[in-house]
């Protein structure tokens, strides 16, 4: 079920841990040496400008092959035999398999080149589902979705990949609202949101449990890009802007002037409310994506408050925000100053930054900019005497 080898890479954290601990002065240089010997590594994860060079060239490559493959068989254009669907299946197929022979036989793991595998697998199958919509004369986007799930989520489910779960989330989002917008009809701008609302807490709460489990070490960035990605819908389902501009762009709400849309009350009091309850939820639960979402929520809440109920000077309201924002951080750090409620302003010591984790990169491209060398001006002309038009001189 799993494409990467799970030991591998729960030692890779363990030892990424170690290191944050060393940097802490919590453990000895023997000690992580002991560590680091018993938990052994050997995948291959390249830094972050080597993986997207990779990556590129990964797909140049496989752009390359594809356009070789359309010069060799272009006839297959006019005969209309499937050949769109063919050379779909055909390229999914050769990249899961060049990406399963990658990942067993070079021991990579998010290298560069087998993420440009997984992705251009994945888009050639979503092509083979299109194309094949298209031959049986079907353009249901419900149906489309729902043949696409499955297959977004075995991907995640086998390659933990963050963009893959990212998708897999959307996709479900928009399956929620095609039936609903389906099964209710003229009701569906009433319902809409509040399916949104229930459907982003069911899969909040179940992403919540899963994310605490320790077996689920493999997909626990998974679980909280989807976690983070819930909570931002949850909240862009209540908030009173998108609920009235979506209105009257896929519900056909027509408001006349003064109109307000339905329960604007209670939209008005979800889009004050819910970015306080993510902050306080945050920090109560040291729960950096609840803190992360509430924080970014609250923002797009004071926006649409702005953008409604202006009271004119715009340049005033935004200095005595920031003026107001700036006295909030620093009384919050003066406060957190010493260790509070389990919450401390001082810097983590983490040995995994991305600065030390590519320091290496940055040196070499660092020294690739070093200043060329002074031109010398010593070189001297010969003796010799100017002529013509009466000038004089020597060279």
Request: glycine share 6%; proline share 3%.
């Amino acid at each position: 079920m799993k494409a990467y080898n799970s030991n591998i890479l729960f030692n890779t954290s363990v030892k990424r841990k170690a290191e944050n601990w060393l940097a802490q002065k919590l453990i000895t240089e023997e000690q992580f040496i002991s560590i680091s010997n018993y938990y052994n590594t050997y995948s291959y994860t390249p830094n972050i400008f080597v993986r997207i060079g990779l990556f590129i060239f990964t797909c140049f490559i496989v752009l390359a092959s594809l356009g070789m493959y359309f010069l060799l068989f272009s006839s297959g254009f006019n005969t209309g035999s499937g050949f769109y669907e063919i050379t779909s299946l055909l390229y999914a197929i050769a990249c899961f398999t060049a990406l399963e022979l990658l990942i067993r036989k070079k021991q990579v793991y998010k290298a560069g080149s087998d993420d440009a595998l997984l992705y251009v697998g994945l888009i050639s199958i979503s092509l083979f589902i299109f194309s094949l919509m298209s031959s049986f004369e079907t353009d249901s986007p419900i149906v489309f979705f729902s043949s696409l799930l499955p297959i977004l989520f075995a991907a995640c489910v086998r390659y933990a990949d963050r963009l893959v779960t990212f998708a897999v989330t959307v996709c479900m989002y928009a399956i929620v609202f095609l039936i609903v917008q389906n099964l209710c009809g003229t009701f569906a701008k009433l319902i809409m949101p509040f399916a949104f609302m229930a459907f982003s807490a069911f899969l909040f709460f179940q992403l919540h449990y899963l994310h605490r489990k320790e077996r689920m070490h493999y997909w626990h960035s998974c679980l909280a890009l989807a976690k983070f990605v819930a909570l931002l819908i949850l909240y862009a389902s209540g908030n009173y802007y998108i609920i009235r501009e979506s209105g009257e762009e896929f519900f056909d709400l027509h408001l006349l002037p003064g109109q307000d849309i339905p329960l604007a009350v209670f939209f008005y009091v979800f889009t004050a409310v819910v970015p306080f309850i993510y902050v306080y939820l945050g920090l109560k639960n040291k729960d950096k994506i609840l803190l992360w979402a509430g924080l970014l929520v609250f923002a797009a809440g004071a926006i649409t408050f702005k953008y409604y109920f202006s009271m004119g000077h715009p340049e005033i309201t935004l200095t005595l925000g920031g003026a107001l924002l700036i006295l909030i951080a620093y009384f919050s750090i003066q406060y957190f100053k010493k260790p509070r409620h389990g919450i401390s302003f001082e810097e983590e010591q983490d040995a995994d930054s991305f600065l030390k984790t590519n320091a290496e990169a940055l040196i070499i491209m660092e020294g690739l900019k070093q200043e060329s060398p002074a031109i010398q001006n010593d070189f001297k002309f010969g003796g010799g005497q100017s002529g013509g038009a009466g000038s004089g001189g020597s060279f």
